[in-house]
Nanobody, 120 residues
Framework: VQLQASGGGLVQAGDSLRLSCVASGSTFSNYAMAWFRQAPGKERELVAAISWSEGGNTHYIDSVKGRFAISRDNAKNTVYLQMNNLKPEDTAVYYC?????????????WGQGTLVTVSS
């Protein structure tokens, strides 16, 4: 499966952004999806994950709970990350990822990353 992420940009603290990731080349609903991020000088971390169905299980790291929401539209082969009340510490390159296993910390397939910069 190939993944193409988009939607990053430069915003101010408190603003919102929605990231999108379009999948192609394979049956989208076979994959659990996730968003990771990597801030400068830090390790890549799992931000949010969603299982195979549109109303499936979701998981978030504590620092984004209540602010971020992951969702998917299997008809459009797309996974989203709605990010509200952004903070400067959310600044990172965000990657979408796919794996047959829900919540995998080492997913098999990766998108190219989209940069989110939050100014204070």
């Amino acid at each position: 499966v190939q993944l193409q992420a988009s939607g990053g940009g430069l915003v101010q603290a408190g603003d919102s952004l929605r990231l999108s990731c379009v999948a192609s080349g394979s049956t989208f609903s076979n994959y659990a999806m996730a968003w990771f991020r990597q801030a400068p000088g830090k390790e890549r971390e799992l931000v949010a994950a969603i299982s195979w169905s549109e109303g499936g299980n979701t998981h978030y790291i504590d620092s984004v709970k209540g602010r971020f929401a992951i969702s998917r539209d299997n008809a459009k082969n797309t996974v989203y990350l709605q990010m509200n009340n952004l903070k400067p510490e959310d600044t990172a390159v965000y990657y979408c990822a796919a794996d047959y296993q829900y919540g995998s910390v080492r997913p098999q397939y990766w998108g190219q990353g989209t940069l989110v910069t939050v100014s204070s």
